[in-house]
């Protein structure tokens, strides 16, 4: 099995797709609107996915996070509010807000385990600074470490309640990018001091399956390699002082943050100590390189694959998804 994700060029798989997946074996896949029309159309392509790699419990991700970040939505399925929603409430009702939180988690798993998904890419632990980048601060939890991580416990639970994996992102923490890293590489120079808060909501919930990196250079840990590259970052500070033992996946390799062939940059982040490549776009060149520089996916890191999907196995539905998000709306409504 290769460490990678990889992203399909369209609503099924074509015949060179196929061919190409069945041979490379990667972890799993991750879809986005341009994979998905209506319930029908999505229920095969998952089942597909899953038939060609003969694997039950195999990654099928998605970003589902709500708000802006929706790659299901109106009107084949319901709209979901972002993180800031939560936040709100929290001022008045933290009681309240954790509890919307989850019902919110366990209704997206609900209607992502309907259509096959089993992995979605949430919660949000980084923490909002005045200057955070807009593509950060519309989807976050808040600025307030525990009040983030109490959420984010919130959501972790909600998913795996409704039968999907939840990944923490993004680690170590992209509240202080003042860039958004599809486009550009952020630079943080916050002092070590400053970014323990930062690492308070991913140490608060280190025992989390599966968590994503940043592209983001931290002068304070490794000025010269984001962190995704950095094994400096993913080793002394993502897997010693945070904690975190899950399956760690890179943030989509092709955003502009990070420099180099699609290669280069796969390699580069196993090296550093990731164990998933995260490729999101479907292009047949990139993907066919990123195989041939990635070898098999080590014992450990197939260990925590294994981990995080089996905390998934045999999960019960919490109730109707309709019903989940009536009880989100009600709490929501207190705020």
Known sequence: MKPVIYGLSGLTL???????????????????KRNIADRAQLRALTDDLRALSGRDDLPILIDQEGGRVA???????????????????YETAPISAIEAARANAQA????????????????????SQPDTTEAISTRALG???????????????????????????????HGRARVDTHY???????????LEIDLAPFRALAG?????????VFEAWDPDRPSTLSPIVIEEVIRQ????????????????????????????????GCDVVLDCWGRMDEMEEIASRLGEMPAKSLERLERAMATIAGAKPPGEMAELIARRDTLLGMA
């Open 14 to 32: 074509t015949p060179g797709e196929r061919s190409f997946f069945g041979q490379a074996d990667p972890v799993g896949y991750i879809l986005f």
């Open 71 to 89: 790659r299901m939505g109106p009107p084949e399925w319901p709209a979901f509010p972002a993180g800031p929603a939560f936040d709100a409430l």
């Open 108 to 127: 997206i798993a609900l209607m992502l385990a309907e259509m096959g998904i089993t992995v979605d890419c949430l919660p949000l632990l980084d923490v």
């Open 143 to 173: 600025s307030e470490p525990m009040r983030v991580a109490a959420m984010g416990r919130a959501i972790i639970e909600g998913l795996r309640d409704g039968g999907v994996v939840g990944v923490v992102k993004h680690m170590p923490g």
């Open 184 to 194: 550009h590489l952020p630079t943080v120079t916050a002092s070590e001091a400053e």
């Open 208 to 216: 989390a399956p599966m968590g994503m990196t940043s592209h983001i």
């Open 241 to 272: 002082r945070i904690g975190f033992d899950g399956l760690l996946m890179t943030d989509d390799i092709d955003m502009k943050a990070l420099t180099g062939s699609a290669g280069d940059k796969a390699e580069g982040a196993i090296a550093a």
